[in-house]
């Protein structure tokens, strides 16, 4: 029986097959398993040029530069520049530039410039423990694809060899992925392997790579080489690549001072309940009985010292009360709570048996969690997922007045500047693979009183490519200097979970208008709506926008899911989904948009500030905890043409998902999820401030 290339029908389902589990967040997962792969020449994981059916790990991202490229039907010298990123155990997703010039104008020269993305999702296991299977697409886009194919592959590991075989369909000219093809991968050693690889029509690769094992550096990130010969090209292709962890956090909460603490100070009697706990006499907090006022005088001096502001505790009956606002751990507010639970567990009292902790913003309570000191103190020092009996997430309170003394650190008043990096840019396209506008954005915000905020954004240049000069192709959309954003904010809570924000004044330079927004949250739900009107005179570029939004938040494997709705910026009408990949501090996102064409692509959000930042004085000068960058594509278009920004909401800096819901971490699921990170934080910046 001859083997033929997958037709149209299948080419369909194995397209869906991907899409779905990218954007569904591949939610049937058992049975995935993580091995030493990286990325192969062509940008999907895999050998030198096939994939194989090994998926990215996932919560790592792979970043790969290699000088092979394809072109009409050979391999010649170019430039490849691939990014990959394990989303989702046995999901990946992978960008792509690709080019054999980097500087020429591609109307005016002869050339290949692509921007592509690429997806694998790496089957559960069902036929046997050494069997992998993995279905993938490559080079999702419109009818510019330079590198289009789709592919089912199966691994079978026989160590040390690992045989790959697969079935494709793609309109190479050279015959990659069309058909059969098939790789064998022998591993000399745990960081060499040597590979022979068929891939259609007669072509053959040899080659060798070494992995990620062989070059560690110091924070846990891998360096990996490969270099091969195929039987179109005279010279020898090769790679560099680095793979490294999206969260951090993870290595600091494996490491070894952590677990000193855990195994010097945990005892627990076999049998015996939880509050049943001996700790060493090094910790002389859990061993003192103290007086409540004690106990409230040393919290605040912890608490100011660690820079937080509108501190009020005070006690009643047998539960000890504590309000603060944070601005000094801006990368996550769980690391602000975390701090307080801990430091509040610390001392003991037969008089205060829970504690109720409400975090405030801007003076308004937006998150409030009880505990009982003494099984929180359980889950600090003894290793172990926070036990739901041992605190208790309450609605927060918008008209709640404990506040009955002068609060410690007042907030008010206290100017706040964001400085950070701006950027617009294109990439892959005719007129050149990176052209940018590149500015310095510094974000002013001045709280006034109760939910009251006034904000100021300005720009200034620093350099931008000849593209974005003014009269050029890109000029229009420079980063101009001056004055981009001056706007009034006012946040108003409404009880029952619902919060309302409206804003005004001077948006994206030349418009002038009002944004109302609101916002309700429980559990994993989430809701969102905008309705906003822009006026810009000179041109008379009205904007009518309206939006509404449903999150959903999966905490076995920190995604969100998120659709929205509505009229949008540019006014076009249609609807965006996206999913949203938590990895620490780091955000990994996907999306497909469907308004008056469909484009998909990926995005990263990342803190660019310390994870403790300054305390505030006169005024508090940091970085951006939310810094974003994203690429896209069209997809089933008749060619690639520019994305000109559908789908696109008006989002000022001062939002309620940012300033008030911890980028939208505020919840119970996502503490679930992320509890010891509750025990990192505390053991890094907590219990030093009362030792």
Not at 177 to 189: I, N, P, Q, R, T
């Amino acid at each position: 029986m001859q083997l033929r290339p997958l037709d149209g029908n299948w080419l369909a389902i194995l397209k869906g097959l991907c899409l779905g589990g990218l954007c569904l967040g591949g939610l049937w997962l058992p049975g995935i398993s993580y091995s030493d792969t990286q990325l192969s020449f062509q940008g999907y994981s895999g050998g030198l040029s096939n994939p194989s059916a090994y998926s990215l790990n996932w919560g790592e991202a792979h970043i790969l530069y290699s000088n092979q490229l394809e072109l009409d039907d050979t391999y010649v010298d170019g430039y490849n520049a691939l990014i990959g990123f394990g989303i989702l155990p046995g999901l990946e997703i992978n960008g792509r530039i690709a080019t054999d010039n980097l500087r020429d104008n591609l109307f005016e020269t002869a050339g290949v410039r692509d921007l592509s993305l690429n997806v694998k999702w790496q089957l559960p296991r069902f036929i046997h423990d050494s069997v992998d299977i993995a279905i993938g697409v490559q080079d999702l886009g419109g009818e510019a694809n330079f590198f289009d194919a789709e592919y089912a592959v199966a691994s079978w590991a026989l160590e040390p060899i690992t045989l790959h075989m697969g079935l494709g369909k793609s309109d190479s000219d050279l015959g990659r992925l069309d058909g059969v093809f098939a790789s064998v991968e022998y591993k000399v050693h745990d960081y060499l392997n040597l590979l022979a690889e068929y891939n259609g029509e007669d072509s053959q690769a040899f080659g060798v790579q070494l992995s990620n094992s062989l070059f560690t550096l110091p924070i846990n990130w891998h360096v990996s080489l490969a270099g091969f010969n195929t039987s179109e090209a005279e010279n020898p292709f090769f790679s560099v690549g680095l793979s490294l962890p999206l969260d951090n956090k993870l290595l600091r909460r494996n490491s070894t001072h952590l677990a000193h603490y855990i195994d010097q100070a945990c005892y627990k009697e076999s049998g015996a309940k939880a509050n049943v706990l001996e700790f060493d006499d090094n910790f002389s907090h859990d061993r003192k009985t103290l007086h409540t006022s004690v106990i409230i005088y040393k919290l605040k001096q912890a608490l100011v010292k660690l820079g937080f502001e509108n501190i009020d505790i005070f006690s009643s009956k047998s539960t000890l009360y504590i309000s603060i606002e944070n601005n000094i751990f801006n990368h996550n507010e769980m690391d602000a709570i975390g701090v307080v639970m801990g430091l509040a567990s610390m001392f003991h009292s037969k008089q205060l048996i829970t504690t109720e902790i409400t975090l405030t913003n801007f003076d308004i309570p937006v998150f409030v969690i009880s505990m009982d000191n003494l099984q929180y103190r359980y889950f600090l020092y003894c290793d172990g997922p926070l036990d739901k009996k041992s605190y208790t997430i309450h609605r927060s309170n918008p008209h709640q007045k404990f506040f009955r003394r002068p609060l410690l650190g007042d907030y008010s008043f206290v100017p706040r500047m964001m400085l950070y990096p701006a950027i617009n840019s294109t990439i892959a396209t005719e007129f050149g693979v990176f052209d940018y506008s590149l500015a310095l954005r510094a974000n002013i915000q001045l709280p006034l009183w109760r939910g009251n905020v006034m904000e100021a954004v300005l720009d200034s240049e620093i350099d931008r490519t000849e593209d974005y000069e003014a009269g050029n192709v890109f000029g229009e959309s420079r980063i101009r200097n001056g004055l981009r954003n001056l706007l009034w904010h006012q946040t108003v809570p409404l009880g029952h979970h619902l919060f309302v924000q409206l804003s005004a004044g001077k948006f994206r330079r030349d418009f002038l208008g009002v944004l109302g927004s609101g916002y309700w949250q429980r559990g994993a739900h989430r809701f969102n709506v905008k309705a906003a009107v822009f006026e810009e005179s000179s041109i008379e570029d009205d904007k009518e926008i309206a939006t509404g939004s449903y999150r959903y938040y999966w905490p076995q494997y920190q995604v969100a899911t998120e659709i929205t709705a509505g009229k949008f910026w540019a006014q076009d009408s249609g609807f965006k989904l996206e999913t949203h990949h938590y990895f620490g501090d780091v955000v990994v996102s996907t999306f497909y948009a469907n308004t008056e064409y469909e484009l998909i692509g990926i995005g990263i959000t990342l803190p660019l500030t310390p994870r403790r930042d300054s305390r505030p004085g006169r005024i508090q000068l940091r970085g951006s905890e939310s810094w974003q960058y994203h690429i896209s594509t069209r997809i089933n278009s008749p060619a690639n043409l520019l994305d000109i920004g559908i789908a696109n909401e008006p989002v000022p800096s001062h939002n309620l998902e940012r300033s008030y819901f911890n980028r939208d971490r505020l919840h119970e699921p996502y503490l679930i999820s992320n509890s010891s990170s509750l025990r990192e934080s505390f053991f890094t910046f907590g219990k030093s401030t009362i030792e």
